[in-house]
């Protein structure tokens, strides 16, 4: 029996990185996952079918979170195969670096749309198929805390997310769903590769700035969504977990 037996977890934008990395990791403790994507349905299907070969159930459904009818279908695909959900991951997101003369508005509106609001669909859907209470993890980042150059935009998507967990604490806590936010450093994914943010003289200067003296990678978050998840951090909420090896940028 796993942490998480019974439960059943519903993880945005898990068909890669970071995302596909908690999902595994729910389902190795006994979750049911909700795997959803996007675009990268092959992805999303190999997730899967790694859970399901591994002894816990999945289901891949492909929606835009920052669209309301996308998350409503995602919601209801999630609560008739699995009758409710008991953990929402908000890791679906998007990054982009630009000085200020760079930012354009469609660049700003995609990364809220998508880091902010879809962040607020997504647990707004959740909430109301929690029947026992339940688990909110957001995915926010150190950038909230100690944003680098060029990075307005997207950093201030990710102050949002740290009010919204704060906020939604107090707002659902009389309901017993706890809601918590972890804050990775560099984490190497397949994004921050295409970017060539994990690599090079980034690379470095984040690994020296990191007291532990590496970059993240996916399975160092999916350990602590874990925590967040399972009844061991059953009296936290409201929290803003930093997980980025000491880093600060």
Same mark, same amino acid.
């Given at each position: ?15 890669? *990185?970071?995302? +596909?990395?908690?999902?595994? &990791?729910?389902?190795?403790?006994? #979750?049911? /996952?909700?795997?959803?994507? @996007?675009? $990268? ?13 591994? *002894?816990?159930? +999945?289901?891949?459904?492909? &929606?835009?979170?920052?669209?309301? #009818?996308? /998350?409503?279908?995602?919601? @209801?695909? $999630? ?13 679906? *997101? ?156």
């Amino acid at each position: 029996m796993g942490k998480l037996s019974g439960k059943t977890a519903v993880v945005t934008g898990a068909s890669k *990185g970071i995302g +596909a990395g908690i999902a595994l &990791a729910l389902a190795k403790e006994g #979750a049911n /996952v909700v795997v959803n994507y @996007a675009r $990268a349905k092959d992805d999303a299907e190999k997730v899967a079918a790694q859970i399901n070969q591994n *002894g816990s159930k +999945a289901i891949t459904v492909q &929606a835009d979170v920052s669209k309301q #009818a996308d /998350v409503d279908k995602l919601f @209801a695909a $999630a609560t008739k195969t699995f009758g409710k959900v008991d953990i929402l991951v908000n890791n679906a *997101g998007v990054y982009e670096f630009a000085p200020l003369l760079d930012i354009t508005e469609e660049s700003y509106r995609r990364q809220f749309d998508l880091n902010v609001l879809g962040t607020l669909l997504s647990t707004q859907a959740a909430v109301k198929s929690m029947k026992d209470g339940g688990s909110i993890i957001n995915l926010s980042s150190i950038v909230s805390l100690t944003p680098p150059p060029a990075s307005s935009v997207y950093s201030a998507t990710k102050g949002a997310v740290d009010v919204i967990t704060r906020t939604l604490a107090q707002e659902l806590g009389p309901q017993n769903i706890r809601v918590n936010s972890l804050s990775p450093g560099l984490v190497e994914t397949e994004g921050t590769r295409a970017i060539g943010v994990s690599e090079g003289e980034f690379k470095q200067m984040a690994i020296s700035r990191t007291p532990l003296g590496r970059v993240g990678q996916p399975d160092d978050i999916a350990k602590v969504a874990v925590f967040l998840a399972s009844d061991d951090s059953a009296w936290m909420t409201g929290e803003i977990l930093p997980v980025g090896g000491g880093a600060r940028l």
